[in-house]
């Protein structure tokens, strides 16, 4: 089992459209998260980090499920410019600061 | 602030050739990444460093080596250039577990 999993997508919404993606990890003792948004041939940037149970900032929502060691990440009214891959991120904790990438989620929102 | 400058951004190697692609970061960061990115597998971490003087091997690192001889650069090299090493290599920066900023990127092809 990968450390990190997500599903590739793609998830084609229309605008407006409220879309949620899920990512499980494996090693239970992960303590934070973080979703990473890359654009079409950019470098990621961070989103969204989450800790204990959640996060929200504006139309995005970060949630932890320890219990089902999954996270996450929900988009509510989507924009056009939310067309992205989004990463799901977990620390490789006592190995010097390492992050294990899943291998992200494609989105595109069509008018 | 320029963050995180990656040179070259596109470069084209001989099978056989060497390289070395230059990271610099400005933002006094301890931690120090080079990642590869390849359809469909995701960032691969090549090799990291926690500190100035210190390097460590991540999930990939044959065929490549690195030195961070000041705090505020990490330089990659390769030794003889595979065609296998066709890429996108993005280096980061960290100031705290988890959160990264990345740069750019260096596409590169080996013919």
């Known amino acids: 089992r990968k450390e990190v999993e997500q599903d590739p997508g793609p998830f084609n919404v229309p605008e407006g459209a409220t879309v949620a993606f899920n990512c499980t990890y494996s090693?239970?003792?992960?303590?934070?998260f973080f979703w990473y948004r890359q654009d079409c041939r950019k470098e990621p940037k961070l989103l969204m980090s989450?800790?204990?149970s959640g996060n929200e900032d504006g139309r995005f929502t970060a949630q932890l499920n320890r219990a089902s060691q999954y996270i996450s990440l929900l988009i509510r009214d989507s924009k056009l410019s939310d067309s992205a891959t989004y990463l799901c991120?977990?620390?490789?904790?006592?190995?010097?600061?390492?992050?294990?990438f899943g291998q992200g989620t494609e989105l595109s929102v069509k008018p | 602030n320029a963050g995180v400058t990656q040179t070259p951004k596109f470069r084209v190697l001989k099978t056989g050739q060497s390289m070395t692609l230059l990271c610099a970061q400005d933002?006094?960061?301890?931690?120090m990444y080079w990642y590869r990115q390849d359809p469909g597998m995701g960032l691969r971490l090549i090799h990291y460093?926690?500190?100035?003087?210190?390097?460590a091997k991540g999930e990939v690192p044959d065929g490549y080596n690195v030195s961070r001889l000041k705090k505020q650069n990490f330089l990659l090299g390769l030794e003889s250039a595979a065609p296998s090493q066709t890429s996108v290599y993005f280096c980061?920066?960290?100031?705290?577990?988890?959160?990264?900023?990345f740069g750019a990127g260096t596409r590169l092809s080996v013919l």
């Open positions: 090693n239970s003792a992960s303590q934070s």
């Open positions: 980061a920066s960290s100031p705290v577990l988890g959160i990264q900023y």
């Open positions: 460093s926690v500190g100035e003087g210190t390097t």
């Open positions: 989450v800790y204990s």
């Open positions: 991120v977990a620390p490789a904790y006592n190995q010097g600061g390492k992050l294990i």
């Open positions: 933002m006094n960061h301890e931690y």
